[in-house]
């Protein structure tokens, strides 16, 4: 279960993955389709500055109202094959 961190209310736009960034802003780049050229990275755009100060082993997304909010990492990998 994901909690909320801080309103940011940022209005999405189809085409573009919106992220938080490392300094805890909302930031958005053009996502990328099949069939275009790969080459040149393309520039992040800074949307709104929160300021979020991010802690360790979460999670942190822009979620469906703009806001931005948190959930537990989850961790571990592959489970292991029992020997007999």
Request: net charge positive; with cysteine.
């Amino acid at each position: 279960m994901a909690q909320k961190v801080a309103k940011a209310g940022v209005r999405k736009q189809n085409g573009y993955l919106y992220f938080v960034d490392r300094n805890g802003d909302v930031s958005r780049v053009p996502m990328a389709r099949g069939g275009r050229k790969k080459g040149k990275r393309q520039k992040q755009e800074k949307v709104c500055k929160v300021g979020v100060r991010k802690e360790r082993g979460y999670l942190y997304f822009v979620d469906k109202n703009g806001d931005i909010s948190r959930a537990v990492m989850a961790v571990g990998g592959r489970k292991r094959k029992k020997r007999r």
